[in-house]
């Protein structure tokens, strides 16, 4: 297995995409760090299917992500997918919900980054 004895966290990874890439890397042998949104039974199902742990961080907020990477420590992967959209013309756009797209489409991927960049230099091997 490709992966084994790496952490991968990957947010945005209780359904769809991220889940997808959960599961794609759980099955190279990385050990999953979940992140997200849902059912709590779903998330403890899909948390149990991987052997993987959860941290259900508010990507939007910049020290529930340190809260985070406190946690979890360290990761040799990480997988920036959560992100979310809104559609309007830009006169109806509303600035909560622009800021709410910028936080987490941008700010938290930043964010994420930053924190996991410094653990990946020191071993010498990060994606």
Same mark, same amino acid.
């Given at each position: 297995?490709?992966?084994?004895?790496? =952490? *991968?966290?990957?947010?945005?990874?209780?359904?769809?995409?991220?889940?997808?890439?959960? %599961? *794609?890397?759980?099955?190279?042998? *990385?050990?999953?760090?979940?992140?997200?949104?849902?059912?709590?039974?779903?998330?403890?199902?899909?948390? $149990?299917?991987?052997? *993987? #742990? @959860?941290?259900?961080?508010?990507?939007?907020?910049?020290? $529930?992500?340190?809260?985070? @990477?406190?946690?979890?420590?360290?990761?040799?992967? +990480?997988?920036?997918?959560?992100?979310? #959209?809104?559609? $309007?013309?830009?006169?109806? @756009?509303?600035?909560?919900?622009?800021? $709410?797209?910028?936080? +987490?489409?941008?700010?938290? !991927? @930043? +964010?994420?980054? =930053?924190?996991? !960049?410094?653990?990946?230099?020191? %071993?010498?091997?990060? =994606?």
């Amino acid at each position: 297995m490709l992966l084994t004895g790496k =952490r *991968a966290l990957v947010t945005g990874s209780t359904s769809g995409i991220g889940l997808a890439v959960a %599961k *794609a890397l759980h099955a190279e042998g *990385a050990d999953i760090v979940l992140n997200g949104l849902g059912d709590p039974d779903e998330i403890e199902a899909i948390r $149990a299917e991987l052997d *993987a #742990q @959860f941290n259900g961080a508010n990507l939007m907020d910049p020290s $529930a992500i340190e809260a985070m @990477f406190e946690e979890v420590g360290p990761v040799d992967i +990480l997988v920036n997918n959560a992100g979310m #959209q809104h559609v $309007a013309p830009v006169e109806d @756009f509303p600035v909560a919900k622009w800021d $709410a797209v910028i936080a +987490l489409n941008l700010n938290a !991927v @930043f +964010l994420t980054s =930053r924190l996991a !960049v410094p653990g990946m230099i020191a %071993k010498g091997w990060g =994606r």
